[in-house]
């Protein structure tokens, strides 16, 4: 007799999957009779599409099929159609207009998808509904990890590598080819700045960013009363907005719903990233009007009501589940300024690896771009706390910032550097619950660089206290000193001692050049090593010797093995001979015997000096 392999929840876990495999089977193949045939498109044939082009009331188009188009990629097939009606003889293909569903003999043949740009003529692409269908995956609720919202898809340091996920677009593909419809990406509380500060990556993405209208509420504020309603306001040809930030700053993706089953749904016919499962909002939309371009025109929409959750994105199409609520952040973004006051701001931020650091970043340079100036001498001192679920110790950043030009941007960018290195590792079961950024503005250049080092004497015995003072030099005169005192162990070897006093970049290299995400073994172990970075507000004194000293920068980094035996440093120095250890060994050449944190208040320290003693009987 079989017996499941697994315990008793498990197997019913199995069941209650094969069961929704069952049900799929079934209703693709009902829905099938409701589909028209890939096999009888040919020339000539005629249809209609449905779609919005002013608020929320769905209009039809005419469309004439020209020919099909086959392996446009790997086993994909495009039917080629020419568009008419409504508007769309001034504005040709509109972007928003992706998953626009068009309909032959009453039955449902695919979705509106890809254009030409600077087209003269409303010539589309359509995507097979069956395409779209067999190209989504939905995980069974039973086999899901509600508290694992990571899906392992790319890890690029977004916005700094987006050309690593970089899709075909309209705006960056030659006229005479056939590319997606590119995707608009409405940006409502942001600078226009802002906005441009990120538009050629955004349009490497197959994005058009432009600026956006919202009701400034976040979508957890927007739920409909119950999934029944979401379901019935949306049918085919509504307009929907996928949203990665809501509230007093809104990001959102707009497109049009191709098919609905049951409370699956179908959109835009394409990728948003096609990063596969995902776990994104939407909700739904209307327009607000449109705006011919020669290029691309497209639909300026504003998010409703909230609808659903994206679960799927795929090459071919978006698919999410009606009334499914998905998990987003709580994000606050406080700046208080002396000269413009006090500003706050509160949001609902995605909880995604590739999507929340681009997403942060770019809110964080819109708050300080909309309240703060962006050009001329300027610090920043930054307060950042990130919460998470499971016990997870919280990440805590403290820093400051100095400069002359762009600094918002270089902020937001080294902002979001710790919680990007914390993704980077993968870990499932690390979901964020509190997001917080606290900037305090000072209209100056409030920088320091470390001018010289002294020790209160060149020779020390073992035992002895020795005073090691810096002198900090900054503009307009400004300079003072700190001091810290090292006591010098009793039995200390006799020789040279070395002092070296640095800013927190210089340190934080020398520590943590060898360590990267993989290195710990766990995310509570990940967000200690990450919190021990160093802030630039203050200046540091290293002790340390010339001698070998071998420092484990994986689980355990900055634990050092000092002068071990000559047949033991051979071997740790040996890089072959890490394929022994799970843990990285880096070579250095100093061990460090103490160090000073010397805070210099609402100033950045920069440059560095080193001074020798000498440890004597």
Same mark, same amino acid.
Request: glycine letters at 8%; proline letters at 7%.
């Given at each position: 007799?079989?017996?499941?392999?697994?315990?008793?929840?498990?197997?019913?876990?199995?069941?209650?999957?094969?069961?929704?495999?069952?049900?799929?089977?079934?209703?693709?193949?009902?829905?099938?009779?409701?589909?028209?045939?890939?096999?009888?498109?040919?020339?000539?044939?005629?249809?209609?599409?449905?779609?919005?082009?002013?608020?929320?009331?769905?209009?039809?188009?005419?469309?004439?099929?020209?020919?099909?188009?086959?392996?446009?990629a790997p086993k994909q097939t495009i039917i080629l159609a020419r568009l008419s009606g409504g508007p769309l003889a001034e504005t040709g293909?509109?972007?928003?207009?992706?998953?626009?569903?068009?309909?032959?003999?009453?039955?449902?043949?695919?979705?509106?998808?890809?254009?030409?740009?600077f087209s003269k003529e409303p010539i589309a692409g359509i995507r097979p509904i069956q395409a779209m269908i067999s190209g989504a995956h939905?995980?069974?609720?039973?086999?899901?990890?509600?508290?694992?919202?990571?899906?392992?898809?790319?890890?690029?340091?977004?916005?700094?590598?987006?050309?690593?996920?970089?899709?075909?677009?309209?705006?960056?593909?030659?006229?005479?080819?056939?590319?997606?419809?590119?995707?608009?990406?409405?940006?409502?509380?942001?600078?226009?700045?802002?906005?441009?500060?990120?538009?050629?990556?955004?349009?490497?993405?197959?994005?058009?960013?432009?600026?956006?209208?919202?009701?400034?509420?976040?979508?957890?504020?927007?739920?409909?009363?119950?999934?029944?309603?979401?379901?019935?306001?949306?049918?085919?040809?509504?307009?929907?907005?996928?949203?990665?930030?809501?509230?007093?700053?809104?990001?959102?993706?707009?497109?049009?719903?191709?098919?609905?089953?049951?409370?699956?749904?179908?959109?835009?016919?394409?990728?948003?990233?096609?990063?596969?499962?995902?776990?994104?909002?939407?909700?739904?939309?209307?327009?607000?009007?449109?705006?011919?371009?020669?290029?691309?025109?497209?639909?300026?929409?504003?998010?409703?009501?909230?609808?659903?959750?994206?679960?799927?994105?795929?090459?071919?199409?978006?698919?999410?589940?009606?009334?499914?609520?998905?998990?987003?952040?709580?994000?606050?973004?406080?700046?208080?300024?002396?000269?413009?006051?006090?500003?706050?701001?509160?949001?609902?931020?995605?909880?995604?690896?590739?999507?929340?650091?681009?997403?942060?970043?770019?809110?964080?340079?819109?708050?300080?771009?909309?309240?703060?100036?962006?050009?001329?001498?300027?610090?920043?001192?930054?307060?950042?706390?990130?919460?998470?679920?499971?016990?997870?110790?919280?990440?805590?950043?403290?820093?400051?910032?100095?400069?002359?030009?762009?600094?918002?941007?270089?902020?937001?960018?080294?902002?979001?550097?710790?919680?990007?290195?914390?993704?980077?590792?993968?870990?499932?079961?690390?979901?964020?619950?509190?997001?917080?950024?606290?900037?305090?503005?000072?209209?100056?250049?409030?920088?320091?660089?470390?001018?010289?080092?002294?020790?209160?004497?060149?020779?020390?015995?073992?035992?002895?206290?020795?005073?090691?003072?810096?002198?900090?030099?900054?503009?307009?005169?400004?300079?003072?000193?700190?001091?810290?005192?090292?006591?010098?162990?009793? &039995?200390?070897?006799? &020789?040279?001692?070395?002092?070296?006093?640095?800013?927190?970049?210089?340190?934080?290299?020398?520590?943590?050049?060898?360590?990267?995400?993989?290195?710990?073994?766990?995310?509570?172990?990940?967000?200690?090593?990450?919190?021990?970075?160093?802030?630039?507000?203050?200046?540091?004194?290293?002790?340390?010797?010339?001698?070998?000293?071998?420092?484990?920068?994986?689980?355990?980094?900055?634990?050092?093995?000092?002068?071990?035996?000559?047949?033991?440093?051979?071997?740790?120095?040996?890089?072959?001979?890490?394929?022994?250890?799970?843990?990285?060994?880096?070579?250095?050449?100093?061990?460090?015997?103490?160090?000073?944190?010397?805070?210099?208040?609402?100033?950045?320290?920069?440059?560095?000096?080193?001074?020798?003693?000498?440890?004597?009987?």
């Amino acid at each position: 007799m079989f017996q499941w392999p697994h315990s008793g929840r498990r197997a019913h876990s199995v069941c209650r999957a094969l069961a929704a495999a069952l049900c799929v089977a079934v209703g693709a193949a009902a829905a099938s009779e409701n589909f028209f045939p890939l096999e009888k498109v040919h020339p000539g044939l005629r249809g209609v599409g449905r779609t919005v082009f002013q608020g929320s009331r769905i209009e039809q188009f005419q469309v004439q099929i020209l020919g099909v188009l086959k392996n446009v990629a790997p086993k994909q097939t495009i039917i080629l159609a020419r568009l008419s009606g409504g508007p769309l003889a001034e504005t040709g293909v509109l972007q928003g207009m992706s998953g626009s569903p068009v309909y032959i003999d009453g039955k449902l043949l695919g979705a509106v998808a890809l254009g030409f740009p600077f087209s003269k003529e409303p010539i589309a692409g359509i995507r097979p509904i069956q395409a779209m269908i067999s190209g989504a995956h939905f995980t069974p609720p039973a086999l899901a990890h509600p508290s694992s919202p990571w899906k392992f898809h790319t890890t690029a340091h977004f916005p700094l590598s987006l050309h690593s996920v970089a899709s075909t677009s309209l705006l960056s593909a030659p006229s005479s080819d056939l590319a997606e419809i590119l995707t608009p990406l409405a940006f409502s509380g942001f600078t226009s700045g802002a906005i441009q500060a990120f538009a050629s990556h955004l349009q490497g993405l197959g994005f058009s960013p432009q600026q956006g209208v919202s009701d400034a509420r976040p979508t957890s504020q927007r739920d409909s009363s119950a999934s029944g309603a979401a379901l019935g306001s949306l049918v085919p040809g509504a307009m929907i907005s996928v949203e990665l930030l809501s509230g007093d700053m809104t990001i959102a993706a707009e497109g049009t719903v191709t098919y609905i089953d049951g409370k699956r749904i179908y959109a835009f016919g394409h990728q948003f990233l096609n990063q596969g499962s995902t776990d994104l909002p939407f909700a739904r939309a209307h327009v607000v009007t449109l705006l011919p371009l020669l290029s691309s025109s497209f639909k300026i929409a504003a998010p409703g009501k909230w609808a659903g959750t994206i679960v799927s994105d795929r090459s071919t199409a978006i698919a999410g589940e009606i009334g499914l609520h998905g998990h987003t952040v709580p994000l606050t973004i406080s700046i208080r300024s002396r000269q413009t006051g006090s500003h706050e701001y509160h949001m609902q931020s995605v909880d995604d690896r590739f999507l929340t650091p681009f997403v942060l970043q770019s809110a964080l340079y819109a708050a300080l771009d909309a309240s703060e100036r962006t050009v001329g001498a300027q610090t920043l001192r930054l307060r950042e706390r990130i919460d998470f679920d499971d016990n997870l110790p919280p990440l805590i950043v403290r820093d400051i910032f100095a400069g002359a030009n762009g600094l918002a941007q270089q902020a937001a960018a080294r902002a979001m550097a710790p919680l990007q290195f914390i993704l980077d590792a993968g870990f499932q079961h690390l979901r964020m619950k509190d997001i917080s950024f606290t900037f305090e503005p000072i209209e100056a250049k409030r920088e320091l660089r470390i001018a010289q080092v002294w020790a209160s004497r060149r020779d020390v015995r073992p035992g002895e206290p020795i005073q090691i003072t810096m002198l900090l030099e900054g503009d307009n005169g400004v300079s003072f000193t700190r001091t810290a005192t090292y006591h010098v162990p009793v &039995g200390a070897p006799l &020789g040279p001692l070395y002092i070296t006093a640095s800013d927190a970049d210089l340190l934080n290299f020398a520590e943590f050049a060898g360590v990267s995400p993989g290195s710990a073994r766990s995310p509570a172990q990940l967000i200690r090593l990450v919190n021990r970075f160093r802030g630039s507000g203050a200046a540091y004194v290293r002790v340390w010797r010339r001698e070998p000293a071998f420092s484990v920068s994986g689980a355990i980094p900055g634990r050092e093995l000092t002068d071990p035996p000559p047949s033991v440093a051979l071997v740790l120095a040996d890089p072959s001979a890490s394929a022994a250890s799970s843990a990285t060994l880096a070579f250095s050449h100093g061990s460090s015997l103490a160090e000073f944190t010397l805070p210099a208040g609402a100033y950045a320290i920069s440059g560095s000096h080193t001074i020798e003693v000498n440890v004597s009987e």
